[in-house]
């Protein structure tokens, strides 16, 4: 038993970003998840060496030419014994290869046919190229992002991508698979970055409409605009992160601060803030991060240092959670999120392309007569 998805099995054809790594969350709680790669013979590599495409961990890998009619019969025998089939690829793509969700639901009518694109199925944008940071610009997610005096920065492809797109994958095809299990009846999980963004963003679309939102960057509660939600620099040149929201954080972080509430304007008239950011960053300024880190130990006020990525890995309470697994030889993110019965678990490395195609095929019951 490796996790709560043991037996589900998984058709992937091999792509980038929210796809992967859908599945590869999918893998990490038991779900069989194959690959379908291009064949190494034909001269293809992959973008990312396989050793450090965390993505294509806990998978395995067949590889298959589908323009060829034996590497179409092959796919379709698998798709034949498959619960989930995911793709990545523009609208169109896969109905052009033969695999779209008409003809695999008519060779397995229970299959969860699950789609991940940037703009969707249709519309205007749905043939034009993208990435993450353009899904994200066209939901107001972008624009609301950053300093008020600078371009909106990306936010690196975690909001669009992963959030908007991954995440929602793997809800959509969980609760397709729910419903193919009680009914036999498979169906298509259409799963665009843009729509995912768009529900990550339901509190800012109800803030906007209650006028509660400004709609400018750096002006409001949770985007820097307020002083008490933000990261500041330390004596050292490293970075703290606030967000004492709440009345009796922020009296608590005034007290860390030495700062006089008495001696401060208020903090709800948006007017006041930028003043308050200043004080509070020229306090901040007085020490390193590391005292800062000592000084607000048991504070009960919402702060936290920026580490770096390197910095993660060992911090006390990383360590404490185990968040990060040495798998490999590499520190890999451990399996999230934790399920006391049926966990997660790290088991394979990333597979190289066409790596386990006789194993898996000699799994699921499948004959390969001819190269494919």
Partial sequence: MHG??????????????????????LADF???????????????????????DFYMRNKRSVALDLKSSEGMATAKAMIARADV?????RPGVVERLGLGPEPCLEIN????????????????????????????????????IGSAELPPPPPLNLVADLGGGGMFLVAGILMALLHARETGQGQVVDCAMLDGVSQLMSAFHAFRQQSSWSGRRQD???????????????KDGRFVSV??????????????????????PDRDDRSNWPFLRQRFAQVFAMRTRAE????????DACFAPVLSIDEAWSHPQMQAR???????GLNYPAPAPRLSTTPGSLRNAAPEPGADTSAVLADWGIELTRKA
């Fill in 30 to 52: 038991g779900a069989d998840v194959v690959l379908i790669d291009r064949s190494p013979a034909s001269g293809w590599e992959p973008d990312i060496p396989r050793a450090y």
């Fill in 220 to 234: 409001n509660i949770v985007d820097g605009g307020a002083h008490y939600f933000g990261t500041y620099a330390t």
């Fill in 109 to 144: 009518p229970r299959l969860v046919f699950a789609r991940m694109t940037g703009w969707g199925q249709d519309g205007p944008y749905a043939q034009e190229a993208g990435h993450d940071i353009n899904y994200l610009a066209l939901t107001g997610a972008l624009h609301s």
């Fill in 85 to 89: 089939l995911v793709e990545g690829y």
């Fill in 322 to 328: 185990g968040t990060f697994a040495e798998f490999g």
């Fill in 292 to 299: 800062w880190e000592e000084r607000m130990k048991g504070r």
């Fill in 4 to 25: 709560p998805l043991t037996g589900v099995r998984v058709v992937e054809l091999a792509g980038q970003g929210p796809a992967p790594f859908a599945c590869a969350i």
């Fill in 243 to 264: 967000g004492a929201m709440e009345p009796q954080f922020y009296a608590n972080l005034l007290e860390a601060l030495e700062i006089d509430p008495a001696q401060l």
